[in-house]
């Protein structure tokens, strides 16, 4: 799994990223720096119909801009 992220505030990024309800990594980043993770998923975790869900971690508030994701198999 890889996507692109962008901090919209000046401040560090701490993230989870979820995929159907399983967490399947957490991403850490600064300001307003694009950020483009990739991360290993187990295949077992991929559905039909699949929920993504990036969710700030640490502060009060955060401002998260999310770009594009991409799924590869091999």
Request: avoid cysteine; aromatic fraction near 10%.
């Amino acid at each position: 799994l890889k996507l692109r992220l962008q901090g919209f505030s000046n401040t560090m990024h701490n993230a989870e990223v979820w995929l159907n309800g399983t967490l399947v990594g957490a991403v850490q980043w600064e300001n307003q720096d694009q950020h483009t993770p990739t991360l290993s998923i187990p295949a077992n975790v991929l559905a039909t119909t699949n929920v993504i869900s990036i969710a700030p971690q640490g502060l009060n508030y955060d401002f998260i801009l999310f770009d594009w994701l991409e799924i590869s198999y091999r």
